[in-house]
């Protein structure tokens, strides 16, 4: 078994008020020197051989992702 990670942000013209709620809330909390989040999401795949890359592809942009405002990205893990 592989792990894949599938990464999917919002793209960046799109708003995200999440990570802009996340930006206001560590100034507030005193955390200084951060000027910008963005809040995306990771999927954790456990997949066989068999799985291409193709595959995965299909899988998170027609599962995972929202294409129009959502941008991905598969990785596959080395296990130790």
């Known amino acids: 078994m592989a792990r894949v990670v599938v990464d999917v942000m919002p793209k960046e ?7 802009q709620a996340i930006a206001g809330a560590l100034g507030r909390l005193g955390y200084a020197g951060v000027s910008g989040v963005r809040q995306g999401k990771r999927f954790e795949l456990e ?14 942009e027609d599962l995972l ?11 596959r893990v080395q296990q130790s």
Request: charged residues 25%; hydrophobic residues 45%; glycine residues 6%.
């Open 13 to 19: 013209e799109i708003l995200d008020p999440q990570g």
């Open 47 to 60: 997949v066989d051989g068999s799985v291409s890359d193709a595959d995965l592809a299909k899988i998170a």
């Open 65 to 75: 992702a929202n294409t129009v405002i959502e941008d991905w990205n598969v990785t």
